[in-house]
């Protein structure tokens, strides 16, 4: 594709180009000479502010930040230095949070007759902070179960068939456990059961997206959530921990791998 650039004189321009702060790696063509490359400093030199440009030759190139003199998409811009202008109103993110494309303007789509069932009210909020927007999309309705155990009658409840499909999440699917007990009584073709490993959602968030070093060890018997806040220092408010956790969850990256891939798994089952 040719692209097309405004090679007006700027005292011709009937307005200015707009201040670009001239960050690290932003990649610019300066008007002049046509050398493109990336951003690797801004120095203050006695003729006044220099950016140093890199080409993807790594050859480096020293030019004035003059007004109008480099362009960005073809478009003329004023490089200034990082700091020296308001940041920009924030735009209409590319990517949803669970990492997929973002498809603006488009109406949530009718609900499916297929379902996914997460074990409780975090995970389900968890879901909805990361998925919801592609589930809105796909009309995926989540609902929680408040547990495991009447899972049985709640898939013979639903009556699963092709094009009414379960995808259920259940925490602590470990070999041998309860857990994966029932989830062999209701598996079938038209109903998928996968889980994590962990005891509880909580420690699907990473870590360090919490601001802790780990999430701590508690001994069988003792409450989990509560042992967990006891251990960090925190307040025994499962409540508020949880709002605290949440609220450190930005998008996928701040999730285990063991959570998302079974989460994406589910919503291709009961989409497909």
Known sequence: MTRTYDLTPPWKRSTPAREL?????LVVEEVVTGFCGAVVRCE???????????????????FPMTPSGFLVDGRPVT??????????????????????????????????????????RHDAELVERVWGDDLRIE????????????????????????GRRLGVLVDHLVPGSKESRIADRVSGADVLVVGHPYIDVW?????ASVG?????????????????CRRLGWPVDTPAAWKRILASVNS?????????????????FVTS
């Open 21 to 25: 702060p001239a960050e690290r790696d």
């Open 44 to 62: 203050k030199t006695a003729e006044g502010f220099t950016v140093t440009l890199e080409d993807r030759h790594r050859r480096l190139r020293v």
């Open 79 to 120: 490089l200034v230095r990082p700091g020296s202008v308001a940041p920009p109103a924030p735009v209409a993110p590319s990517r949803t949070a669970s990492g997929s494309v973002a498809v603006q303007g488009v109406r949530a789509r009718v609900a499916l007759p297929s379902r996914i069932y997460v074990e409780g």
């Open 139 to 162: 009309g995926v309705v989540v609902e929680y179960l408040e547990g495991i155990d009447d899972l049985p009658a709640i898939v013979a409840g639903f009556a699963p068939e092709p």
């Open 203 to 207: 420690a699907a968030v990473k870590p």
């Open 212 to 228: 802790i070093a780990a999430w701590p060890d508690v001994p069988r018997g003792e409450e989990w959530k509560e042992g967990v």
């Open 252 to 268: 996928f990256k701040d999730l285990d791998p063991a959570l998302l891939g079974r989460v994406e798994e589910l919503i291709d």
